[in-house]
């Protein structure tokens, strides 16, 4: 019986020479290709490029010739690069979509498949739905395609740097990071984005130190994740250089770790809500601005603050891509690092996120800190935090049963409103909150809580723990 190939919020991924071999990645791209058949029967040209990962290369070549016998001219990126350069440049040079080779921060015994829409948006449920069926029919038939050898098309090569660093450089105010005189620490977590944020502030004058910048496929023995506990070397490059902010990206650079002068590892929940004050500050910028169900109320305080539509998403970028290509919101973002802004793309951007963060320090004249410390000074404080829990099978059943409840009443605390756009997430009368997720992959509960306080985090975090396993 073959494997289910899945595509959850953000690809199928998998470890290699477990489920990811390449018997598999042969099935799941050939389900793409015919999908990609099915919307473009004629003269269809995909995207094909990869992260570092091991045996990358190996895997573009082989979706390349499936493809082809697929009449689909593959559009071959022979080097690494960053996932958002994709979904920049298929909308660019108007390809039919993208098959990215990455497991974006995941360890490096992984690798993955990422498709994008001609959009350049993650393939929302309905086409990945589409490309699953394909698989299962492809894997019943006994002939799936012509012998390529009879077939004209030619693989062709496309470097998307060029075009995708010329658009950071028309969004950013690159100017402003130069004259400002900004020392900039760039970690690039031996990912796609090595050559990319360092080389387009080096452009502009702007002085920047790289750590991590050479290929490594095990990423140092650890995921490539922009996490607090993994930003050392990139504190120690601060320290040493004088850097007034660190920026870091993960293996495929989608998402972003930012650390402040002081050394101080900025959380993601706050960086968003940073940016997105700062971008209708300089900008002017109101038109909306989006947010994942688990990512901090404080987006919603500076929305009702600056007048701003609030759009609370299901998590999984894809979502906010869709208000992005509406041009509905400024900014939109998700506590698991991810954002991007209005007239880009609809896809996630680690690089563009800690370009926009040197901007605003340069800009404004102050720390990240200092600018989160305004936030509180405006609309109050907020304290989110996210844990993940392990759960044996027979509590699994048990509290999948107890989320489909409404209740009430949560450890001591008045329900106010029950929110299932995505999980349960329970929302108390003091404005504070308790979200759990199930993962779909393994058996672990996510929980994000958020208080008003250090103190009523800690009891929220525990009661949360508590309602689990009670």
């Given amino acids: 019986m073959p494997v289910q190939v899945k595509f959850g919020t953000s690809g199928w991924r998998a470890i290699m ?71 920049y440049v298929v909308t660019e040079i108007k390809a039919d979509g993208v098959i990215n080779f990455t497991a974006s921060h995941n360890p490096p015994e992984y690798n993955g498949i990422k498709f994008s829409t001609p959009d350049g948006c993650p393939a929302l449920p309905e086409v990945t739905k589409e490309i699953e069926g394909e698989i299962v029919a492809a894997d019943a ?5 012509r012998d390529a050898e009879t077939i004209a098309i030619k693989p062709e090569t496309l470097d998307p740097k060029p075009v995708y660093l010329k658009r950071l450089g028309e969004i950013v105010d690159l100017d402003a990071i130069r004259k400002a005189g900004l020392h900039v620490a760039f970690d690039p977590m031996w990912g796609s984005s090595r050559g990319y944020s360092d080389e387009l502030l080096r452009s502009a004058g702007v002085q920047v130190e790289t750590v991590h910048d050479y290929r490594d496929v095990l990423f140092g023995g650890h995921a490539p994740e922009p996490d607090d506990h993994l930003l050392e070397d990139l504190r120690q490059k601060m320290r040493e250089t004088g850097a007034q902010i660190g920026i870091a990206t993960d293996g495929d650079a989608d998402c972003f770790g930012i650390v402040d002068a002081d050394g101080t590892f900025l959380q993601p929940n706050y960086v968003i809500a940073i940016l997105f004050d700062y971008l209708v500050e300089s900008r002017g910028w109101k038109n909306g601005v989006a947010k994942s169900v688990a990512t901090t109320n404080l987006i919603n305080a500076l929305a009702a603050h600056h007048g701003v539509e609030l759009y609370e998403t299901p998590v999984g970028f894809k979502y906010i891509g ?69 759960l044996t099978a027979e509590v699994k059943q048990k509290f999948t049963e107890k989320l489909r409840q409404d209740p009430r009443e949560f450890c001591g605390h008045e329900v106010s409103e029950v929110v299932r756009t995505d999980g349960l997430k329970l929302v ?43």
């Fill in 17 to 87: 020479a477990e489920e990811f071999t390449f018997a598999n990645v042969r099935r799941a791209v050939l389900g793409i290709a015919r999908y990609v058949a099915s919307q473009k029967p004629h003269g269809a040209r995909v995207i094909v490029g990869r992260d570092p990962r091991f045996l990358g290369e190996t895997f573009c070549s082989m979706a390349a010739e499936i493809l082809v016998a697929h009449n689909i001219t593959p559009l071959v990126v022979p080097d690494p690069a960053p996932t958002p350069a994709f979904a």
């Fill in 141 to 145: 038939s006994e002939s799936s395609s």
């Fill in 322 to 390: 869709e208000l992005i290509m509406q041009d509905k919101i400024a900014i939109g973002g998700e506590e698991s690092a991810g954002l991007s802004i209005r007239h880009h793309v609809p896809e996630k951007d680690g690089v563009l996120a800690g370009l926009l963060c040197a901007e605003a320090v340069a800009r404004r004249g102050k720390s990240l800190g200092e600018q989160l410390q305004g936030l509180s000074d405006k609309v109050g404080s907020y304290y989110p935090k996210r844990e993940n829990f392990r």
């Fill in 428 to 470: 108390f009368s003091d404005g504070s909150w308790v979200c759990y997720r199930l993962s779909g992959t393994e058996p672990v509960v996510r929980v994000y809580s958020e208080a008003r306080s250090e103190h009523g985090l800690e009891k929220l975090s525990t009661a949360a723990k508590h309602w689990i396993f009670e």
